[in-house]
């Protein structure tokens, strides 16, 4: 009976020591944070962090590889026997960040060997770690290899792994030999990184996504983000540093010696899944012509509110009126999109579309609507004006902002995302063919109405409604 006592003791010992183990209350208690949930459920397989210092990141990619080599990620098919690496900029910095991580997320029961490049296995944590051998859930060992970018790309060939961790940004060729190394297994690439080195290529392949890839994400995390971190040391680290290097150390934005002009925008907020838009809702179109240069045509709807929901896009190069035509014409069909008593949808255009050229006896503006897009010309094309007007919808009032955009926009969100202030205080002309119908449709617009300073009270407004009766009353008398 005694013995039977024991072993309960000791199951019960284990099961508390598991409990309040670092990975089993890892985002569990009454307190979590959202947006390393937000990435470890993200299904994507080239996902990534651009965080501040100290906003959490590096706990992501820890415990995503850690997750993967035990074959228990909660949210994600698992997988028996995996392999893995986790890449830093040094060796120093494997030992002093990642690799503590990883160490600190994996019980000493789950490991079965350690393999180090240089200290002592008794003592890893002070040396520099080749591989760990990692106990997997469905029976077999799993593999998790430390790597350093100055070794070099060569030293990154030959292995075909399940995932990659990139803890802070590697430089290219490094990037692009992980990504053949997953490429067998249909693996999955992941990283978490202070944007410091400016417009990367980080910054072209993965923020903007300029290759329009579905499997490439990301997400902004700041130190208002980690609920683990004391407000009064947010508010002391925000005032010893200057207004750039915020951007990066704090909000893990990408930095560069001119501004971004939608500095507003907010992919988390102003990017939505798609929804079947009621039909009272639909607007017009907008359209800014190209032949060599892309043609950018949205789909624009309205709600009740004022809110406005960029729906749907054509977007494509080197091609003429009639092919751009037909594809809207096509697309407006499919959702449905009212059209005059003609059959013809209504588009806003540059007015530039009005222009001859002598290979053509018509302008762009007359081929379209010869081909059932009725255009209007008459837009407001006054680049500052319309660049506040598109602010004003973007800002967030009320917990809401006026403007969101279909996460099936990608060309738009991609250029929203990189236009940027140049020389004399104008946007550069790169990649802004959908910024320009963006302003000419919501400068057609209302300006959303400005939100009162203060609310009144009930109380208030029933004074001012007696002192207004009151004043109607005297002048009456005085009449």
């Given at each position: 009976m005694r013995e039977i006592i024991e072993q309960i003791k000791r199951i019960e010992e284990e099961q508390l020591r598991r409990k309040n183990s670092p990975l089993a209350s890892y985002n569990t208690g009454d307190v979590v944070h959202e947006k390393q949930i937000e990435f470890h459920k993200c299904p994507k397989k080239n996902k990534w962090v651009f965080g501040g210092n100290r906003s959490g990141k590096t706990e992501c990619g820890a415990v995503e590889c850690v997750w993967i080599a035990r074959g228990i990620h909660p949210y994600l098919t698992n997988r028996a026997n995996t392999e893995g690496w986790v890449v830093s900029l040094s060796t120093q910095v494997q030992r002093d960040v990642a690799q503590k991580k990883i160490m600190h997320y994996l019980e000493k029961s789950w490991i079965e060997k350690v393999v180090m490049s240089s200290g002592s296995q008794g003592s890893a944590e002070y040396g520099v770690i080749d591989y760990i051998l990692v106990k997997n859930v469905f029976g077999g060992i799993s593999k998790i290899g430390f790597k350093s970018c100055e070794a070099g790309r060569e030293k990154f060939a030959g292995t075909s792994l399940d995932y990659v961790w990139f803890d802070e940004e590697p430089p290219l060729d490094v990037y692009q030999e992980c990504q053949m190394r997953v490429l067998d297994r249909a693996g999955r690439i992941f990283g978490t990184m202070t944007p410091l080195k400016g417009l990367s290529w980080v910054y072209d392949e993965i923020f903007l996504n300029v290759r329009n890839s579905k499997e490439v994400w990301c997400i902004?995390?700041?130190?208002?983000?980690?609920?683990?971190?004391?407000?009064?040391?947010?508010?002391?680290?925000?005032?010893?540093?200057?207004?750039e290097s915020l951007n990066s150390r704090r909000y893990g934005k990408f930095g560069v010696g001119q501004g971004l002009v939608y500095s507003e925008f907010d992919p988390s907020i102003h990017v939505i899944q798609p929804f079947e838009v009621p039909a009272e809702w639909q607007d017009k179109l907008s359209i800014d012509p190209g032949l060599n240069n892309p043609l950018s045509c949205h789909w624009y709807a309205v709600d009740g509110d004022g809110n406005?929901?960029?729906?749907?896009?054509?977007?494509?190069?080197?091609?003429?009126?009639?092919?751009?035509?037909?594809?809207?014409?096509?697309?407006?069909?499919?959702?449905?999109?009212?059209?005059d008593s003609r059959g013809r949808y209504e588009a806003l255009i540059d007015s530039a579309a009005n222009q001859r050229t002598l290979a053509c006896s018509k302008s762009v503006a007359e081929l379209f609507y010869d081909n059932g897009i009725a255009v209007n010309t008459k837009v407001n094309k006054d680049v500052f004006s319309g660049i506040n007007r598109v602010k004003e919808y973007l800002k967030v009032k009320n917990g809401r902002p006026k403007l969101f955009i279909f996460e099936n926009c990608v060309n738009m969100i991609r250029e929203i995302k990189g236009y940027w202030w140049g020389a004399n205080d104008s946007p550069k002309k790169v990649d802004d063919h959908a910024m320009d119908e963006?302003?000419?449709?919501?400068?057609?617009?209302?300006?959303?109405?400005?939100?009162?300073?203060?609310?009144?009270?009930?109380?208030?407004?029933?004074?001012?409604?007696?002192?207004?009766?009151?004043?109607?009353?005297?002048?009456?008398?005085?009449?």
């Open positions: 902004f995390m700041e130190w208002a983000d980690n609920p683990f971190l004391p407000a009064e040391e947010v508010e002391y680290m925000t005032e010893s540093l200057s207004e406005v929901y960029v729906v749907a896009e054509h977007y494509e190069s080197k091609k003429d009126v009639n092919y751009h035509a037909e594809k809207i014409k096509e697309i407006s069909r499919r959702l449905n999109w009212h059209a963006l302003r000419y449709y919501i400068s057609s617009k209302p300006l959303p109405p400005k939100q009162p300073t203060q609310t009144k009270t009930a109380i208030e407004l029933d004074k001012e409604r007696l002192f207004r009766r009151l004043n109607e009353g005297r002048n009456r008398l005085h009449f």
